[in-house]
């Protein structure tokens, strides 16, 4: 991912949305500036791919990693912070006002104005999934039209309801100087989960770091980002494997062991409860992308999850 030159790769577009790729290398100018969206009647929704830090004006920072989706404005402006020394990358979609309203409404997202109400939500790992297969099949030219859209718009509802439920659950604090002090603890434990992705921390050993206590943190955690924290970590894990098993000459207890897994067995119980899918035919479906697949992952989003956005 380092050797990929900074900039955007459109890889489909058509009156409802377009979908592409951006990289922002370490030593880019981007990093220096304020950032925008654009000029154009779009509204963007973001997958990293790595971890940066993203700070929408008029807004607080935000660590945003495969965990998340973020979710801008028209011509919305903001900065960006290094955080992984790979550089900013992720996935995009840039949608129009008529299809995001009506995405709106089946996600049950009240909104004042036609745009999203929020800057950020949990990872749907249903439509993180649709993406990255619908991305690789873009590259090869495997794809119909018809998937791709269904697939594409299936994704983005996923994230915008998840979005709107994590809204809705979480308790409003009595004071803004309490709503900061969470935000910042949340964030420290983010940046703290992420480096150390692969390390067997417990919850006693990041709440000494962040010197709070133990059932603070937690329950701060899950009441603002929608994920425990040993789940945010399980699912990090995971999303952050799906690049490895596009590459056929790693074998899978590689990656397993990599991605901070005790055994083979692990790492493939845990992806197949999080995708309902075993990491090899995943890796087939990146090796050979093709239409029953993509139309496969993009019906496991339409499918009732099993519990909460915090479970």
């Not at 998937?147 to 004071?175: D, I, K």
């Not at 919850?203 to 945010?232: K, P, Q």
Request: hydrophobic share 40%.
């Amino acid at each position: 991912m380092d050797t990929v030159r900074s900039g955007e790769r459109l890889l489909f577009a058509n009156r409802l949305f377009e979908i592409g790729e951006f990289h922002c290398a370490p030593g880019d100018w981007r990093w220096r500036c304020v950032n925008a969206t654009g000029t154009g009647d779009y509204s963007y929704i973001a997958f990293p791919g790595t971890s940066v830090l993203i700070q929408q004006l008029g807004h607080e920072p935000i660590l945003a990693n495969p965990n998340h989706v973020l979710f801008y404005r028209r011509g919305q402006r903001f900065l960006r912070t290094l955080h992984d020394p790979r550089g900013d990358h992720c996935t995009f979609v840039r949608i129009t006002p008529d299809p995001l309203a009506e995405l709106l409404r089946e996600a049950r997202v009240e909104s004042a104005s036609d745009d999203v109400p929020f800057v950020q939500g949990p990872s749907d790992p249903h439509a993180y999934l649709a993406l990255r297969c619908a991305t690789h099949a873009l590259r090869s030219g495997t794809i119909e039209t018809l998937a791709l859209e269904e697939a594409v718009l299936e994704a983005l509802r996923r994230s915008l309801e998840r979005a709107a439920e994590l809204q809705a659950h979480r308790r409003r604090p009595a004071r803004d100087r309490t709503d900061r002090e969470h935000h910042l603890l949340v964030e420290e434990a983010k940046s703290l989960l992420t480096e150390r992705v692969t390390k067997d921390d417990t919850i006693g050993s990041l709440a000494r770091a962040l010197h709070v206590s133990a059932f603070h943190l937690a329950r701060v955690f899950r009441e603002r980002t929608g994920f425990t924290l040993h789940r945010y970590r399980t699912h990090l894990r995971l999303l952050l494997a799906l690049d490895r098993l596009a590459d056929p000459d790693v074998d899978l207890a590689t990656i397993a062991a990599e991605a901070g897994f005790t055994s083979h067995s692990h790492f493939t119980d845990a992806f197949g409860a999080l995708f309902q899918d075993p990491p090899s035919r995943v890796r087939d479906t990146f090796g050979r992308p093709n239409l029953l697949r993509l139309r496969e992952a993009s019906e496991a989003s339409l499918a009732p999850r099993g519990g909460r956005t915090g479970a």
